[in-house]
């Protein structure tokens, strides 16, 4: 089991920066893809962004390209999203995922693992 909390979350202004924040906990010795994936209101969960615990691989959403970066930090088991120039359109609850190692998945059904996700709201 894997147990993950995100934080990090808030409200900001169109073009402002937000850095969300995933700490796992349990089984975090097992090689896993943490996923970040948001929902806005109305809407199917979107993929943002992934990354391989150990390869440092990333694979982006082109919404995010260029604004977003993903990193992680072993020591304190933890994920983070930079989020910068942010837009109307990324307000949504920011869930973060582990999934199977090496894939990079896209599609959140291939996530095993949920946090319980962090609300952001962009203003105009």
């Known amino acids: 089991q894997v147990q993950l909390v995100e934080s990090g979350g808030g409200l900001v202004q169109a073009g402002g920066s937000l850095t969300l924040s995933c700490a796992a906990s349990?089984?975090?010795?097992?090689?896993?893809?943490m996923g970040w994936f948001r929902q806005a209101p109305g809407k199917e969960r979107e993929f943002v962004v992934a990354?391989?615990?150990?390869?440092?691989?990333?694979n982006y959403a082109d919404s995010v390209k260029g604004r977003f970066a993903i990193s992680r930090d072993y020591a304190k088991n933890t994920v983070y999203l930079q989020m910068n120039s942010l837009k109307l359109e990324d307000t949504a609850v920011y869930y973060c995922?582990?999934?199977?190692?090496?894939?990079?998945?896209?599609?959140?059904?291939?996530?095993?693992?949920w946090g319980q996700g962090t609300q952001v709201t962009v203003s105009s």
């Open positions: 990354i391989t615990w150990s390869g440092g691989r990333t």
């Open positions: 995922a582990a999934g199977p190692y090496g894939r990079l998945f896209t599609d959140p059904y291939r996530y095993d693992y």
């Open positions: 349990g089984r975090t010795s097992s090689n896993y893809d």
